[in-house]
């Protein structure tokens, strides 16, 4: 077991109608004018933006309204976002929908309280000093970026996809009715769903560290997601496995399911970013494209894991050779994929690379991660390429 920090300091307010404690939470934490930041529209269409505007009218709490966050959020809205927020004297940020939402808020936030320009967070060139105060009303469970300290921007030009991750963007509270997912498309449910359990299978592959108390909180929160967005599939409207789905997005990525590893694996998602950065995919999708080649590719580096993962969360049985239960286990995952009409390879997402993206994904890829990266099994950018050609 490796030493750890756990740092979660979003007050959690969970429930029905509790967004109409919007304003009590901004005046709890010294908003004085906010920033409402919402993304294509939902919130407009669904009443929830109206919603929190009488609210803040109603408690005298003055505010500007950005919305346009679109999935994979862009550079050049947080441009202007900062911009208007120096302009106005905006003091804090509340963003309303999901993590596009939410992670672009949240670079606003650092591009008004640092100087100089904001992607050189995202492109690791400098690290963030401050960020103004942030809060959010979830309307996605997915991300985690309620809880989390990661954001993911990316940048028009070269359309390169990157995350940068500081305690200062940890949102001071998170208000979560499971009600206000029930508008969401069937397909973005799923998606939540995929990316919520791949938070937690990140810091579930590793190779660093071990604490049995983790693996349990993620086994048990593993099978919580995946048989609750079975019946999401069927019940799209029940309030009970929306609930479990929520909570378990933000635990699945709040840190919780990795104290005493080594801080996990992580390639699948790194090699998820090339696919939003270039084609612009729904990010849970991406993930269940690319997870399963990814899992083929690695599973021998890291046989103990994918043995207990297909056992303890896949439940499939324990006979045979270690090798035969951990490819049952990945067999599982896929079928499980497909069960909630997830694609489980490139073509299935709607993506067909030629070469040369393929090595370019590859490429921008190793960039990225500073060479090679992965703790499931350390990979570099010829096996980054073999991953992405495999998945096809
Ligand atoms: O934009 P609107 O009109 O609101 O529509 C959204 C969008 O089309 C829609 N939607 C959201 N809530 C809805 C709804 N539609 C109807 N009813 C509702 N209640 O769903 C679509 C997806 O929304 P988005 O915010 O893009 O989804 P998600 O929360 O999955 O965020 C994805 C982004 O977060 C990044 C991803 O890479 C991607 O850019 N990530 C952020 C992380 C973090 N900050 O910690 C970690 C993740 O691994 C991830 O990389
Ligand atoms: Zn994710």
Redesign the pocket.
Known sequence: MFDFKYYTPTKVVFGKNTESKVADLINEFGGKKVLIH??????VR?GLLKRVTDTLDAAGISYVVLGG?????HLGLVYEGIEICKKENIDFLLAV???????SA?AIGYGVANEGDVWDFYDYKRKAKACLPLGVIL??A????EM?D???I?KEEGLV?R?YSSDYSRPRFAIMNPE??????DY?TA??CT?IM??TMERYFTNGGNMDLTDSLAEGLLRTVKDNAVILRDDPKNYDARAEVMWAGSLA?NGLTGCGNDGGDWMT?KL??EL?GLYDV???AGLAAIWGTWARYVYKNCLTRFKKYAINVMGVSAEGTDEEIAIRGIEAMEDFYRSINMPTNLRELGVNPTEEELKLMAHKCAVGVGGAMGSARLLNEEDMYNIFKASV
């Open positions: 919402y993304g294509g529209g939902s919130v669904s966050a679109v999935p994979n959020p929908g999901g993590g596009s939402a939410i992670d949240k309307t996605i997915a991300t985690g970026s989390s990661s954001s993911v990316t996809k995350g206000l997912t029930m508008t969401l498309p973005q998606c939540g990316d791949m938070h990525h998602h998820e970013h939003g729904a990010h849970g």
